[in-house]
């Protein structure tokens, strides 16, 4: 039986990553952009608030989709069918999507002269800290595939070697380990990190939602604490955005993030 709220919640996730996106042009602590306008506290303090969320509930939702798909493929039948899914869609945009928008990001920010068909060369040959916000080579949103695909390997083997140590069953999931199950996440910050994306990270929640979230006894107890779920996250994301955004002083064992340069520092100009 097909799991909606798992399609539900993904087509919800991607169309917000539209807006929250765009957003980024205002951000108020200097990470570089496509293109930069005035910052703005209040566009901010969105992304800020959605951004704890966004990524980890992707991977997440590809580990409890990775569940099922295994009830119908085997693990050399699933590698083959990330590759074809992932990694074309990875070239195809690596190759025609991202050097337009670095084009665009290295006329806004540096008034690049050159035309988009010599900014090719300059795409494939100038790397620096793979934000694309100079003209130089990134991958840009395409990192989430990337990303996946690496995982999607990482987990097959773990989940094959699993397999043969320990065959899974349908076991009742404790309720304290659906509570508990974030805590060690931030323990991954950090691990295996490009650009402040922790691979280990993202290859934890994937599992998560394999082994945990999968689990109809796990979500049958979610469903019966959503409401405590729901207001501690909405609570938790707005404590994190006034830390972030609005507050004038230092929270050290609350809020490590040192004030941002502006823009302009940020970017040596």
């Known amino acids: 039986m097909r799991k909606y709220y798992v399609d539900n919640l993904r087509w919800i996730i991607i169309l917000l990553l539209v807006p929250y996106h765009a957003a980024m042009a205002w951000n108020v602590w200097g990470e570089p952009n ?52 992932l990694l074309i869609p990875f070239a195809f945009g690596i190759m025609l999507m991202m050097p337009p928008m670095t084009y665009i990001a290295s006329k806004f920010n540096y008034g690049y002269q050159g035309n988009l068909f010599h900014h090719y060369a300059v795409f494939f040959t100038h790397v620096t800290d793979f934000t694309g916000a100079d003209g130089g080579f990134s991958v840009g949103q395409f990192w989430f595939i990337l990303y996946l695909f690496v995982i999607s390997l990482i987990a097959a083997g773990i989940i094959l070697l699993q397999r043969k140590i320990m065959p899974s069953k349908n076991t009742d999931i404790p309720l304290v380990l659906v509570f508990l199950w974030g805590l060690p996440i931030p323990l991954f910050n950090g691990v295996l990190s490009i650009g402040g994306k922790s691979l280990a990270e993202y290859a934890y929640v994937f599992l998560a939602g394999y082994y945990i979230f999968s689990n109809e006894d796990a979500i049958s107890k979610i469903e019966k604490w959503k409401w405590i779920f729901l207001c501690t996250g909405i609570t938790a994301a707005g404590f994190n955005v006034y830390l972030f955004i609005w507050s004038d002083t230092q929270h050290t064992l609350l809020n490590i993030t040192e004030r941002p340069l502006s823009p302009q520092q940020s970017w040596g100009e």
């Not at 306008?37 to 409890?64: Q, R």
Request: hydrophobic residues 45%.
């Open 34 to 85: 496509y293109i930069y306008f005035e910052g703005n506290k209040i566009i901010s303090s969105i992304v800020v608030f959605f951004s704890p969320y966004f990524m980890p509930f992707l991977f997440l939702i590809a580990g409890i989709s990775t569940r099922f798909a295994l009830q119908k493929r085997t693990i050399g039948q699933y590698v083959l069918e990330r590759t074809k899914k």
